[in-house]
């Protein structure tokens, strides 16, 4: 795809549309299986029960929100409504180099998730500093669970071990991705498909 920006050649297709929403749907089908046999329990029992997808902003807002919206419709196939939340932390844009020394808290989450499951949402894991940093973060708060869900790992610069929960595209080439929530200086999110610059 051309470009009208004269910094950038073009950015060439990665994932297509087709291939994130079929993504997006088999992530769902895991975090249904995980937890709507806990749903079921636990409204059995009467008991208090709150799914809460975090995404790190900005660049997850849309897995997130897919991935809420898909779980969303498979709880609700089975009779289940209003049991889904969700939220968002921010933190700092990471720098060429980055240590978790420098990573800075900007936005923490709105609501408590002590003792509610929680799925971490991360559009992309690359040196894997800042997720790790969040992962241990949200674990302080004391959740009933915590899992780390990936859109994209990409691993060529990885400098801190951490392995999510689930990974949508496992990437080992060092591209530089834009679209589908993904940026670059602010721009591209919109892009349905995600792709790499030229």
């Known amino acids: 795809m051309k470009t009208p ?3 950038i050649d073009k950015i060439e297709v990665l994932y297509r549309p087709e291939e994130i929403q079929q993504a997006v749907q088999r992530a769902a ?73 420098e990573i800075k808290f900007l936005l923490d ?4 998730i002590a003792g509610s499951f929680v799925v971490l949402v991360e559009d992309i894991i690359d040196q894997g500093n800042t ?16 899992e780390l869900y990936v859109l994209i790992d990409k691993t060529p610069r990885r400098k801190k071990e951490i392995k999510p929960d689930h990974v949508s595209f496992r ?15 602010g721009r591209f999110r919109e892009l349905p498909f995600i792709g790499y610059i030229s």
């Open 171 to 185: 990437l080992d080439k060092d591209l530089f991705v834009v679209g589908f929530g993904l940026d670059v200086g």
């Open 109 to 112: 989450t709105k609501r408590p």
């Open 29 to 101: 089908r895991n975090i249904a299986k995980r937890y709507l046999p806990i749903l079921t329990e636990k409204t059995k029992n009467k008991e208090d029960f709150k799914l809460i997808f975090v995404a790190v902003l900005s660049g997850a807002n849309r897995y997130r929100t897919a991935l809420a919206n898909e779980v969303g419709r498979i709880f609700g196939e089975a009779g289940y409504f209003g049991y889904i939340e969700e939220d968002e932390i921010s933190v700092s844009s990471y720098p060429e180099g980055v240590n978790s020394k």
């Open 5 to 7: 920006l004269p910094e």
């Open 131 to 146: 997720a790790s940093w969040v992962k241990e973060m949200l674990l302080a708060k004391e959740p009933s669970s915590l």
